[in-house]
């Protein structure tokens, strides 16, 4: 009778018979075990191959071994399934695992090694622990110490891969607000995978709320959450942690606003200006003198500020700046005084031409008095 023996790649040429497969003949249903190791001419992977019987022998089943002789065996070598694992990596927003990124591959040989090529793959790109990774693309070669990769096969290995969160940064401006704090709002994200995009709420935090560019950020009180357009990205994938985070904070833009009675002049004296949109109840100093569009009396712009200089009140003056605000001025109408005198002449009205005198005017400007006016009485006095 033939028996067949059966086993999978282990690096030998034994054929050993407790890895017995089959019998060819027994008869009546009869089984029989068999006992020893023989040999084959190769260690590697091939269906068939002549045993050399060495001390092979049958052994007694539910039928008699003495039964039965054995004329021949044949081995069958099968692929040794092989266990991969990959080196760790940060969330990509991929599915493709390379082979060129494996870690280790056990379940080999004694020291036989083998290489990888190609690339597997993941059922999806979420971070993860011993994610199973699909054979793919992924192609074995032969490698050193007697290692060849027609023995083995990724069938019925292991085979894994850990994703861990990618770390994202945030950088992000405001105006100086008299507050640490970063708001979700004037930040942006860099370190987004494949054009992702996430929601942010909360506050951050910088050490000190002055200005200043490139401020060190604290992402504590920040939530990251899911996208909500475009390519929307999974806020677990992500982590602050491990991202470099910067806030710049630009001086405060003040406006102001003022008045005065004509004077002849383009001047805005500080005196006559009120600064505004000032941060947090902080007061400023200011003095100088800036200048107007027009001397004119009306509503007017003032196009000059280089004059006026803030100084720390409350606040500190290089908090804000007045380059870029709103800067209004009225110039009211100044009050005339006139007077003159005439004989009496039973008449209330005063005639321009008796009313001489003109004060209060600016400097040497001189005006013209047409018309008339009226007395409370005619009387003299």
């Given at each position: 009778?033939?028996?067949?023996i059966a086993r999978v790649y282990d690096g030998s040429v034994?054929?050993?018979?407790?890895?017995?497969?089959?019998?060819?003949?027994?008869?009546?249903?009869?089984?029989?075990?068999?006992?020893?190791?023989?040999?084959?001419?190769?260690?590697?992977?091939?269906?068939?191959?002549?045993?050399?019987?060495?001390?092979?022998?049958?052994?007694?089943?539910?039928?008699?071994?003495?039964?039965?002789?054995?004329?021949?065996?044949?081995?069958?070598?099968?692929?040794?399934?092989?266990?991969?694992?990959?080196?760790?990596?940060?969330?990509?927003?991929?599915?493709?695992?390379?082979?060129?990124?494996?870690?280790?591959?056990?379940?080999?040989?004694?020291?036989?090694?083998?290489?990888?090529?190609?690339?597997?793959?993941?059922?999806?790109?979420?971070?993860g622990n011993n994610k199973a990774v699909s054979s793919g693309?992924?192609?074995?070669?032969?490698?050193?110490?007697?290692?060849?990769?027609?023995?083995?096969?990724?069938?019925?290995?292991?085979?894994?891969?850990?994703?861990?969160?990618?770390?994202?940064?945030?950088?992000?401006?405001?105006?100086?607000?008299?507050?640490?704090?970063?708001?979700?709002?004037?930040?942006?994200?860099?370190?987004?995978?494949?054009?992702?995009?996430l929601t942010v709420t909360g506050d951050g935090s910088i050490?000190?709320?002055?200005?200043?560019?490139?401020?060190?950020?604290?992402?504590?009180?920040?939530?990251?959450?899911?996208?909500?357009?475009?390519?929307?990205?999974?806020?677990?994938?992500?982590?602050?942690?491990?991202?470099?985070?910067?806030?710049?904070?630009?001086?405060?833009?003040?406006?102001?606003?003022?008045?005065?009675?004509?004077?002849?002049?383009?001047?805005?004296?500080?005196?006559?200006?009120?600064?505004?949109?000032?941060?947090?109840?902080?007061?400023?100093?200011?003095?100088?003198?800036?200048?107007?569009?027009?001397?004119?009396?009306?509503?007017?712009?003032?196009?000059?500020?280089?004059?006026?200089?803030?100084?720390?009140?409350?606040?500190?003056?290089?908090?804000?700046?007045?380059?870029?605000?709103?800067?209004?001025?009225?110039?009211?109408?100044?009050?005339?005084?006139?007077?003159?005198?005439?004989?009496?002449?039973?008449?209330?009205?005063?005639?321009?031409?008796?009313?001489?005198?003109?004060?209060?005017?600016?400097?040497?400007?001189?005006?013209?008095?047409?018309?008339?006016?009226?007395?409370?009485?005619?009387?003299?006095?």
């Amino acid at each position: 009778m033939n028996a067949t023996i059966a086993r999978v790649y282990d690096g030998s040429v034994n054929a050993a018979g407790s890895d017995l497969s089959s019998f060819n003949a027994l008869q009546g249903g009869e089984t029989l075990t068999m006992t020893g190791t023989g040999t084959v001419s190769s260690k590697n992977v091939a269906n068939g191959q002549s045993v050399t019987v060495g001390s092979l022998a049958l052994a007694d089943g539910t039928g008699l071994a003495s039964n039965y002789s054995l004329n021949s065996a044949a081995l069958n070598i099968t692929q040794r399934p092989i266990n991969t694992a990959y080196l760790s990596r940060t969330y990509n927003a991929s599915t493709v695992v390379a082979g060129s990124s494996l870690s280790s591959m056990t379940n080999l040989v004694g020291s036989e090694t083998l290489t990888l090529s190609g690339n597997g793959a993941l059922t999806n790109a979420n971070v993860g622990n011993n994610k199973a990774v699909s054979s793919g693309t992924l192609a074995l070669a032969n490698g050193s110490n007697g290692g060849v990769a027609s023995n083995y096969t990724f069938s019925g290995g292991t085979h894994l891969l850990t994703v861990t969160p990618a770390p994202i940064s945030f950088t992000g401006t405001r105006q100086y607000n008299a507050t640490t704090d970063v708001e979700a709002a004037n930040i942006t994200l860099t370190g987004l995978q494949g054009g992702e995009d996430l929601t942010v709420t909360g506050d951050g935090s910088i050490s000190s709320g002055n200005v200043g560019a490139g401020k060190a950020a604290n992402s504590s009180g920040l939530t990251l959450g899911n996208g909500v357009s475009g390519t929307a990205g999974t806020a677990s994938n992500y982590t602050f942690t491990g991202g470099t985070h910067t806030f710049n904070v630009t001086q405060r833009v003040l406006n102001s606003s003022g008045s005065k009675t004509y004077d002849g002049n383009t001047n805005a004296v500080a005196s006559d200006v009120t600064l505004s949109n000032l941060a947090g109840g902080e007061t400023l100093s200011h003095s100088g003198t800036a200048t107007l569009g027009s001397k004119n009396v009306g509503s007017s712009t003032i196009s000059n500020l280089s004059g006026i200089s803030i100084a720390d009140g409350t606040g500190t003056a290089s908090n804000y700046t007045l380059t870029g605000g709103t800067h209004s001025f009225t110039v009211n109408r100044r009050v005339v005084n006139v007077s003159g005198t005439r004989l009496y002449n039973a008449l209330s009205t005063a005639v321009a031409s008796d009313l001489s005198t003109m004060t209060n005017l600016v400097g040497s400007e001189t005006l013209v008095l047409s018309n008339s006016g009226s007395l409370a009485n005619a009387n003299v006095g």
